[in-house]
């Protein structure tokens, strides 16, 4: 069982409101993930870290900005919600050892609505 | 860079049948390929992955084939369950420190009585 969690679990907010989704892991991965999902299943990636201080961009543009200040933890902080915002959040980490697949686990995500 | 072909997107069969889903990837440099089980209202779950230097994997009902030349891997689940019920994703990825996964699109699977 993977120990990484996520904060909230459901969010329904109105329109402009900054808003930071948090998520957590336990195992000392240096690698952090969010996902976006939409209604059709299909998973995007948005934002990445390789480590402390390291954020990069994913394949899917995204208007959020994420942090990653200490290993453990990359919230993911939208300015100004809107309702084209309003989907599945999916963060996940991994751990890259030589030679060897970094598996990446999967936290149980947060639906946000934005009215 | 990678991109991932899934298929079926939906799949029913009965309680006790086999399942199979394929993906295709274009990178011929990807050397690891996990699948993931998707429940209802859960993040995705690792069930099974395979590197590129071996050609099938086996664990309990499940197994994975990977074919390199061809560019192709599928999922394969006999004596399908109704617990079996869900969403599966297949990836594609390059290992190494700077390494991400290329998803599929998807694929539910229903297990009916």
């Known amino acids: 069982e993977a120990d990484i969690y996520q904060t909230p679990r459901y969010l329904v907010i109105g329109t402009g409101k900054k808003i930071t989704l948090e998520c957590s892991q336990t195992?000392?991965?240096?690698?952090m993930y969010w996902y976006q999902q939409d209604p059709g299943m299909e998973l995007h990636l948005i934002h990445y870290?390789?480590?402390?201080?390291?954020?990069e961009k994913g394949d899917l543009s995204s208007e959020s900005t994420v942090s990653r200040i200490r290993t453990e933890h990359f919230p993911l902080t939208l300015e100004s919600a809107r309702p084209s915002h309003t989907s599945q959040y999916l963060c996940?980490?991994?751990?890259?050892?030589?030679?060897?697949?970094?598996?990446?686990?999967f936290g149980p995500g947060t639906r946000l609505t934005v009215l | 860079g990678e991109n991932v072909e899934q298929h079926p997107s939906t799949l029913s069969v009965q309680e006790g049948d086999s399942a199979v889903i394929k993906c295709t990837y274009s990178?011929?440099?990807?050397?690891?390929f996990p699948w993931y089980k998707q429940e209802l209202g859960k993040g995705p779950q690792l069930i099974i992955d395979?590197?590129?230097?071996?050609g099938e994997k086996k664990d309990q009902r499940i197994a994975v084939t990977l074919n390199k030349t061809a560019k192709h891997f599928s999922l394969h689940i006999t004596e399908t369950q109704p617990e079996d019920s869900a969403v599966y994703f297949c990836?594609?990825?390059?290992?190494?420190?700077?390494?991400?996964?290329?998803f599929g699109t998807g694929t539910r699977l229903q297990v009916t009585l």
């Open positions: 996940a980490s991994s751990e890259y050892v030589g030679g060897l697949a970094d598996t990446q686990y």
């Open positions: 195992m000392g991965h240096d690698k």
């Open positions: 870290s390789y480590g402390v201080n390291s954020t």
């Open positions: 990178d011929s440099a990807s050397n690891y």
């Open positions: 395979i590197r590129s230097n071996v």
């Open positions: 990836a594609a990825s390059i290992t190494g420190t700077a390494s991400k996964l290329t």
